[in-house]
């Protein structure tokens, strides 16, 4: 069976510093990736997805990056955090079926909190 | 256009009685309309989907009904239980790309 994992579960970090989520995902092959944040009263907002290795889409222009060095591998960073960038950050795949609408399966999230 | 508008923010229900959270959506290329549920420290799961060329679907207590016209759908939880109690999300999506637009999200609270 499929299985994502996202690491760290909570991270506190002060202003300016640099940020490295990961997320890595096991049972399947090329799947789309995905990093949202979800911020209370905003909902869950797409930041990144990729398609394949070394394929990114950006949907929110920020300080944020995210890079896929691996096929079941996804990480998010920032050379330098904002206050604005707390919040919970979720890692989701699909299966790559653009037709049928494949589900997302979501990690259990980061909870980022920039002091 | 591409925005999904989701209400109530909150809502509580007593144990046995039905839960209602509604989503309106402006963009008519939307083509699918799934829920996700998620559960305090975990991330959203898929609850139930449907297309628009029907106008309800039921899974167990869980219902959605979808107005073409009215560019609106909505969720319906018969007999809610506490272990519903949970923040659920409405999304929409279209053909030809991967992304969804989710709505603000609905934290339901269902009192024993």
């Known amino acids: 069976s499929q299985t994502i994992h996202q690491w760290p579960a909570t991270l506190v970090q002060p202003v300016g510093s640099p940020l490295s989520l990961e997320c890595t995902v096991e049972?399947?092959?090329?799947?789309?990736l995905y990093w949202y944040r979800q911020a209370a009263g905003r909902g869950l907002q797409l930041l990144f997805y990729?398609?394949?290795?070394?394929?990114i889409s950006s949907e929110v222009p920020q300080n944020l990056s995210a890079s896929r060095p691996q096929d079941r591998q996804f990480i998010l960073s920032s050379k330098k955090l904002l206050l604005s960038d707390s919040g919970f950050y979720l890692c989701?795949?699909?299966?790559?079926?653009?037709?049928?609408?494949?589900?997302?399966?979501f990690g259990n999230g980061t909870r980022l909190t920039v002091t | 256009q591409q925005q999904v508008k989701q209400s109530p923010q909150s809502l509580i229900v007593q144990k046995g009685g039905i839960s209602i959270i509604n989503c309106a959506y402006e963009?008519?290329?939307?083509?699918?309309f799934p829920w996700y549920q998620q559960f305090p420290g975990k991330g959203p799961a898929l609850l139930i989907a449907?297309?628009?060329?029907?106008s309800e679907k039921k899974e167990g207590r869980f219902t959605i009904s979808f107005n073409k016209s009215a560019k609106q759908f909505s969720l319906h939880i018969m007999d809610s239980q506490p272990g519903d109690s949970a923040t659920y999300f409405c999304?929409?999506?279209?053909?030809?790309?991967?992304?969804?637009?989710f709505g603000t999200g609905t934290r339901l609270k269902v009192l024993a």
């Open positions: 989701a795949w699909s299966v790559p079926d653009r037709g049928n609408h494949p589900p997302l399966h």
């Open positions: 049972g399947t092959s090329n799947p789309n």
């Open positions: 990729s398609v394949g290795i070394g394929q």
């Open positions: 963009n008519t290329a939307f083509d699918y």
């Open positions: 449907i297309r628009p060329d029907v």
């Open positions: 999304a929409a999506g279209y053909s030809g790309t991967y992304k969804y637009i």
